[in-house]
T-cell receptor, first 112, second 112 residues
Framework: QKEVEQNSGPLSVPEGAIASLNCTYS??????FFWYRQYSGKSPELIMS????GDKEDGRFTAQLNKASQYVSLLIRDSQPSDSATYLC????????????FGKGTTLSVSS | KAGVTQTPRYLIKTRGQQVTLSCSPI?????VSWYQQTPGQGLQFLFE???????NKGNFPGRFSGRQFSNSRSEMNVSTLELGDSALYLC???????????FGPGTRLTVT
C-alpha cells in the first residue's frame, strides 16, 4: 500500500462548480497534512494546511480531515479556469519525520 | 518577504559530470529540504538540513549530498551524473521542519 494515494484524474468540472479532491494515507500517526497546487512547468505552491479533524476554510478552498478514516480532502468552490492544475496531497508522517510524503497528484481541469 | 530562491534555474550536463545546486530559504527559516520530481516517481524527498546539520535523509544513493551554511543557505551536489538524474530539483524551506514547507522555483537538470 502506497503511503499517500490520490486519484490521478483528470477531474473535469465546469466553471462555477465545486471540485472535490481526495487523498488517503497509510500512517495512522500522521499529524500534518498539506495541499499544494502545481501548474504545468512550475513548482508546487502551498494552498492549505490542516492539522486537526474537521474542516478548515480559506476563501474558496476548504480542507477536510478525518484521521479515523485516514482521509483528507480539498474542496474548491466556484471553480475557475485558473484553478486548472495538478493538486498534490502531502503528509508529514511519524516515520518520515520532516520529510513530506507526496501523493502522485490529481489533475483538475475547469472548463469555461 | 522574499520567497525561496534557487540557482541556476536550468542546467544541462553530461553523464559522469557533477553538479551543484543552490537554495536560499525564506528569511528566518532554518530548515531546508530538497526534493526530486520526475514524471514517473513524482516528488521524492532527498534530505533536510537544520542548523547546518543533516537531520533527515531519503532513500537516494550517496552520489547525492548536501550542506547548509550558517546563514541557512543550502547547496545540493550530485556526483557522477546518470541519465536518470534528469529531473526538477526543488528546495523547500520551513521554520522548523515539521511545519509548512514553501518551495522555490526549482532547478531543471537535464543529463545527456
Amino acid at each position: 500500500q502506497k503511503e499517500v494515494e490520490q486519484n490521478s484524474g483528470p477531474l473535469s468540472v465546469p466553471e462555477g462548480a465545486i471540485a472535490s479532491l481526495n487523498c488517503t494515507y497509510s500512517d495512522r500517526g500522521s499529524q500534518s497534512f498539506f495541499w499544494y497546487r502545481q501548474y504545468s512547468g512550475k513548482s508546487p505552491e502551498l494552498i492549505m494546511s490542516i492539522y486537526s479533524n474537521g474542516d478548515k476554510e480559506d476563501g474558496r478552498f476548504t480542507a477536510q480531515l478525518n484521521k479515523a478514516s485516514q482521509y483528507v480532502s480539498l474542496l474548491i468552490r466556484d471553480s475557475q479556469p485558473s484553478d486548472s492544475a495538478t493538486y498534490l496531497c502531502a503528509v508529514l508522517t511519524n516515520q518520515a519525520g520532516t520529510a513530506l510524503i507526496f501523493g502522485k497528484g490529481t489533475t483538475l481541469s475547469v472548463s469555461s | 518577504k522574499a520567497g525561496v530562491t534557487q540557482t541556476p534555474r536550468y542546467l544541462i550536463k553530461t553523464r559522469g559530470q557533477q553538479v551543484t545546486l543552490s537554495c536560499s530559504p525564506i528569511s528566518g527559516h532554518r530548515s531546508v529540504s530538497w526534493y526530486q520530481q520526475t514524471p514517473g516517481q513524482g516528488l521524492q524527498f532527498l534530505f533536510e538540513y537544520f542548523s547546518e546539520t543533516q537531520r533527515n535523509k531519503g532513500n537516494f544513493p550517496g552520489r547525492f549530498s548536501g550542506r547548509q551554511f550558517s546563514n541557512s543557505r543550502s547547496e545540493m551536489n550530485v556526483s557522477t551524473l546518470e541519465l536518470g538524474d534528469s529531473a526538477l530539483y526543488l528546495c523547500a524551506s520551513s521554520l522548523g521542519g515539521k511545519d509548512e514547507q514553501y518551495f522555490g522555483p526549482g532547478t531543471r537538470l537535464t543529463v545527456t
